[in-house]
């Protein structure tokens, strides 16, 4: 095996296009585990034609050795809510090596250039699904969403609620879903907003078995919806959105209508909204787990468009490390001038506190709040001044549901 060190001299990093296609196909198969059963199942034609939407949706760069693709990153153009304001958010997938070209750094080179891009195309926060936390931490990543798996017995069902609407069974991909989500990622912290590409990657590979039902209110208003497929006696709950109690209320005596069909019903939940609360026998199996990771990319513009809770005339200096881009390196002074205008400065100010981007992330993203993140060794410097930060940052917990 040739030395690491040469491998600059040897490989060329470059964007993937169209004519690398077969390639694209290939290593995107073997990241992802794609089997022949899966595209036998799927078809082809299917599978190759998906893939080439997302090289021509994506920004997708590689490592080739001479003419062969061997190492890729493909970052998705997607818009993030984080805590009701847009911004844009740079969907990092298709991360792979394959195991011979392992070793040599390929990964680590694509991830820096693939946020120098971001950067440059004002995408200040990346989101990923990690197939490895140590792995991205070291990257600059960190936890920022979790997932609640869950399974509740027949008997455990919430009783028929009142109600003022009616749920109906729909298309997956009916119109008054879309208005219900987007409605409702405009309000919750972290989730993505969904555009044509946002809802393909959504349920790619399960469609073909999935339901949908849309409850409506009394007016016929679009209110909640719910992603859901019912095999070998079970009621697998995919998604559920709602926009009022009523309708979280409807959605739960959808479910129990099938009753007579199912003896469990297995679900996800993508906020800290336990089930066991909400029901009368709460013994039920549950099962929190980390979801995905995120990472400012650019801290100063970010900063720029972040609603701080600041009154006119305050402000607190934070030092940031960051171990891959130089840029968030140093002090941002965080300050709101006489009228109330939100200023960020980046220079060499006096830190009131210090902390690495990863422990910046999770916190602006309300995951963590300052106090636990203090108390735990992640941010260093007076307990006044994490107090104060507490105050400035909105408390609402992440909810992210998506994948790709």
């Known amino acids: 095996m040739m030395a690491p060190t040469n491998f600059r001299n040897l490989f060329q990093m470059r964007e993937v296009v169209d004519s690398d296609i077969e390639q694209f196909y290939d290593l995107m198969n073997y990241v992802f585990q794609v089997t022949n059963a899966d595209i036998e199942e799927l078809g082809d034609d299917y599978v190759h034609t998906q893939k080439r939407l997302l090289l021509s949706a994506c920004d997708v760069i590689g490592w080739f050795d001479k003419q062969k693709l061997v190492s890729q990153v493909m970052t998705y153009p997607f818009e993030v809510n984080i805590h009701g304001v847009k911004y844009a958010m740079g969907g990092v997938t298709g991360v792979g090596t394959y195991p011979e070209y392992s070793g040599y750094g390929l990964v680590s080179s694509l991830i820096l250039e693939s946020l120098t891009r971001m950067k440059e195309r004002g995408q200040t926060i990346a989101y990923l699904f990690p197939y490895s936390i140590p792995f991205y931490r070291k990257k600059g990543w960190e936890i920022i969403s979790d997932v609640i798996d869950f399974k509740v017995r027949d008997t455990q069902l919430p009783k028929i609620m009142p109600v003022h609407g009616r749920t109906i069974r729909e298309d997956l991909d009916h119109e008054d879903i879309r208005k219900v989500y987007q ?5 919750a912290n972290a989730a993505l907003y969904r555009d044509k590409l946002a809802w393909e990657e959504r349920f790619r590979w399960e469609s073909e078995d999935l339901a949908a039902a849309i409850y409506y209110e009394a007016v016929d208003t679009p209110a909640g919806y719910l992603f859901y497929k019912v095999e070998d006696e079970i009621l697998y709950i995919k998604e559920m959105v709602y926009l009022s109690e009523d309708a979280r209320r409807g959605l739960w005596n959808f479910i129990r209508a099938h009753l ?3 003896y469990h019903v297995k679900g996800r939940l993508y906020n800290s909204e336990t089930l066991a609360f909400l029901l009368e026998d709460g013994e039920i199996e549950q099962r929190i787990s980390p979801y ?17 809770n600041l009154k006119p005339g305050q402000q607190i200096v934070l030092h940031v490390q960051d171990p891959l881009l130089d840029w968030n390196n140093g002090s941002f002074t965080i300050a709101s001038d006489s009228n109330g205008q939100l200023m960020i400065t980046q220079g060499e100010a006096e830190p ?16 963590k709040r300052p106090l636990y993140l203090h108390k735990i060794g992640r941010i260093n410097g007076n307990r006044h ?3 104060f930060l507490e105050k400035i940052i909105p408390d609402a917990v992440p909810w992210f549901a998506d994948y790709f």
Do not use: N
């Not at 409605?183 to 309000?187: D, I, K, L, R």
């Open 352 to 367: 009131d506190l210090s902390l690495t981007i990863q422990t910046l992330t999770t916190m602006l993203l309300s995951y």
């Open 260 to 262: 007579s069909m199912v």
């Open 292 to 308: 995905y990771m995120g990472r400012i990319v650019d801290v100063k513009p970010f900063l720029e468009r972040y609603p701080f």
């Open 183 to 187: 409605q409702f990622a405009s309000t």
């Open 385 to 387: 001044d994490v107090r």
